[in-house]
């Protein structure tokens, strides 16, 4: 009889990154938890796909605002097995310039990001821990480390999630758990080109190209893998050399 698969849980699995994070696990050998709140055509469909290629996927779908229906079902998937990866991608972006960012830009965006990171987060912990082995990447951004015109509320989101990253890192270290964060530059999507044509990528990026979301996700596969068991409390950049 054969192990059965470590679970894995990608949160935002249905958005472009979280897709190809999803992909990543799956094509590793995990059974794949693809999470969606308003788009679960998208994860029903990322879900097909992974399962064509010979995978084992899942939709979950939840608010990770919402704390209570989050752990409903989060309960329901422990009932069988612990989570022992765990990929918090869930984000939102409300742009605006500070002085005229209003109170709900703020708060969504900081929601997302850090109520959502401990809605999911906290209820897998303990079972988790008992496994003693686990993996936990949360995905940052360039904005918290270099700052973005705009952004004042996604970067202190992000900043404070690359603080909860190395806080939890310490607590679960000896229980065999890493934490990490992975900080993506520009990515390529529909929505940084809408943001950045060739001419500002050029002038930002020292490789003079964005990057791929399978490229992030070949990081967050290493991060999740048995191989960097060593790794841990760490922000790492994949961003083409931006400073």
């Known amino acids: 009889m054969s192990a059965p698969k470590v679970r894995a849980l990608v949160t935002g699995g249905s958005g472009a990154l979280g897709a190809a994070i999803c992909r990543r696990l799956g094509a590793a050998g995990h059974l794949v938890y693809v999470h969606a709140n308003r788009n679960e055509a998208a994860a029903q469909e990322l879900v097909r796909e992974i399962r064509d290629a010979g995978g084992e996927a899942h939709t979950l779908a939840f608010d990770v605002t919402d704390t209570e229906s989050t752990r409903a079902v989060l309960d329901r998937i422990l009932e069988e ?84 990253t190395k806080a939890l890192s310490l607590e679960v270290a000896r229980r065999g758990i890493t934490v990490n964060a992975v900080a993506p530059g520009i990515i390529a999507s529909g929505m940084s080109a809408a943001v950045f044509d060739e001419a500002a990528i050029a002038a930002l990026v020292p490789m003079q190209r964005a990057g791929s979301a399978a490229e992030v996700a070949s990081l967050v596969g290493y991060l999740a893998s048995a191989e960097a068991g060593y790794i841990t409390g760490q922000i790492i950049s994949v961003n083409g050399g931006m400073a």
């Open 81 to 164: 097995a612990p989570v022992q990866i765990l990929v918090n991608n869930a984000a939102i972006h409300d742009d605006a310039a500070f002085p005229g960012m209003s109170p709900l830009q703020w708060q969504r965006v900081i929601d997302v990001s850090l109520k959502g990171f401990y809605n999911v987060t906290q209820p897998l912990m303990l079972p988790m821990i008992r496994t003693r082995w686990g993996r936990i990447v949360n995905i940052s951004s360039v904005a918290a480390l270099l700052g973005n015109r705009g952004q004042v509320n996604y970067a202190a989101a992000k900043g404070a999630l690359n603080a909860a």
